[in-house]
């Protein structure tokens, strides 16, 4: 008898210890409990997801985006976005992020206080480690066809130490153009 109230005891401690509380995605928060996680329980970030295309003029840009489950960040958990582009100029790649994924993501993270039709995710070039950056995708589906709008912005530059060279401070890829999807 003794170890069945022992064994009660355990799991009741167990089941008490508390679920990790659940938030949609897109609702408008002051502040992220710690330990949380915000999913994507409507789908809003589905429609972005995937190959993303514009070519003009010999030159490619090419955007893949894929939804990332339970990402940790900071003290909490989320569904976000993350992805990996490429900008080829007349046959010349002039920037390529192919290999890097998950957290090491050049496009990531998703903001929604835009609606469910617009996100903004930050933006990072490894040869510009200087420029601050975010991304603004307007989806839209004319007539069968998905469209993402991209325009790209400068948020902020980070401080040239002393003794660094003089840091390129311009875009390697299209601030604003309209990508197909594939």
Same mark, same amino acid.
């Given at each position: 008898?003794?170890?069945?109230?022992?064994?009660?005891?355990?799991?009741?401690?167990?089941?008490?210890?508390?679920?990790?509380?659940?938030?949609?995605?897109?609702?408008?928060?002051?502040?992220?409990?710690?330990?949380? +996680? $915000?999913?994507?329980? &409507?789908?809003?970030? @589905?429609?972005?997801?995937? !190959?993303?295309?514009? #070519?003009?003029?010999?030159? /490619?840009?090419?955007?893949?985006?894929?939804?990332?489950?339970?990402?940790?960040?900071?003290?909490?958990?989320?569904?976000?976005?993350?992805?990996?582009?490429? +900008? $080829?100029?007349?046959? &010349?790649?002039?920037? @390529?992020?192919?290999?890097? !994924?998950?957290?090491? #993501?050049?496009?990531?993270? /998703?903001?929604?206080?835009?609606?469910?039709?617009?996100?903004?995710?930050?933006?990072?070039?490894?040869?510009?480690?200087?420029?601050?950056?975010?991304?603004?995708?307007?989806?839209?589906?004319?007539?069968?066809?998905?469209?993402?709008?991209?325009?790209?912005?400068?948020?902020?530059?980070?401080?040239?130490?002393?003794?660094?060279?003089?840091?390129?401070?311009?875009?390697?890829?299209?601030?604003?153009?309209?990508?197909?999807?594939?």
């Amino acid at each position: 008898m003794k170890q069945l109230i022992i064994l009660t005891a355990i799991l009741i401690a167990t089941a008490c210890k508390g679920q990790t509380p659940v938030y949609t995605l897109g609702e408008i928060r002051n502040e992220t409990p710690d330990g949380c +996680y $915000v999913k994507d329980n &409507n789908n809003i970030l @589905n429609k972005f997801t995937g !190959t993303w295309i514009f #070519s003009q003029n010999g030159n /490619t840009f090419t955007v893949t985006l894929n939804k990332g489950l339970m990402v940790p960040i900071a003290d909490h958990f989320r569904d976000d976005i993350q992805g990996k582009y490429k +900008y $080829v100029v007349n046959g &010349n790649t002039v920037v @390529n992020t192919e290999n890097f !994924t998950g957290n090491d #993501s050049k496009i990531r993270f /998703t903001f929604l206080n835009y609606g469910t039709e617009k996100i903004a995710l930050f933006f990072d070039d490894p040869e510009r480690p200087k420029i601050g950056a975010k991304v603004y995708l307007t989806y839209s589906n004319i007539g069968g066809i998905e469209k993402l709008h991209w325009e790209l912005v400068v948020t902020g530059y980070l401080p040239i130490l002393p003794g660094e060279p003089a840091p390129q401070l311009d875009f390697r890829v299209p601030t604003n153009c309209e990508l197909i999807k594939q």
